[in-house]
């Protein structure tokens, strides 16, 4: 019943932006973290960026200065908006969803249990 779309991704030049969305439904949790992963060619999957559903959001330090993530529940819509790509930035992009029980969420890709399909963000010079 719960599933994650991703949209949004497609190919940008360095320096251009992309905002990323990920459409949910159901409810399998009334306190969650929503977030965004990432995944190169050969690299493990990392945590781009965090959002709890009472606000804090959590963002990896490579993208920190460069990335918004939002949650628009009226929409159960979560965003990305990412300025100022680089070529470090190509990668699949998967939106996930998990439980939330300090307000706080991390990088711990185990404490996310539905994830989407993924949508490819590709950044050329």
């Known amino acids: 019943q719960v599933r994650l779309v991703e949209s949004g991704g497609g190919s940008v030049q360095s320096g251009g932006s992309l905002r990323l969305s990920c459409k949910v439904s159901g409810r399998p949790y009334r306190d969650y973290c929503m977030g965004w992963f990432r995944q190169a060619p050969g690299k493990e999957r990392e945590g781009v960026a965090t959002?709890?559903?009472?606000?804090?959001?959590n963002y990896a330090n490579s993208v920190k200065d460069r990335v918004v993530v939002s949650l628009e529940k009226v929409k159960n819509t979560l965003y990305l908006q990412m300025n100022s790509l680089e070529l470090e930035d190509t990668a699949m992009y998967y939106c996930?969803?998990?439980?939330?029980?300090?307000?706080?969420?991390?990088?711990?890709?185990?404490?996310?249990?539905?994830w989407g399909q993924g949508t490819q963000v590709t950044v050329s010079s």
């Open positions: 996930a969803i998990g439980p939330s029980y300090y307000d706080k969420c991390l990088f711990a890709e185990h404490d996310f249990i539905y």
């Open positions: 959002i709890d559903s009472d606000g804090p959001t």
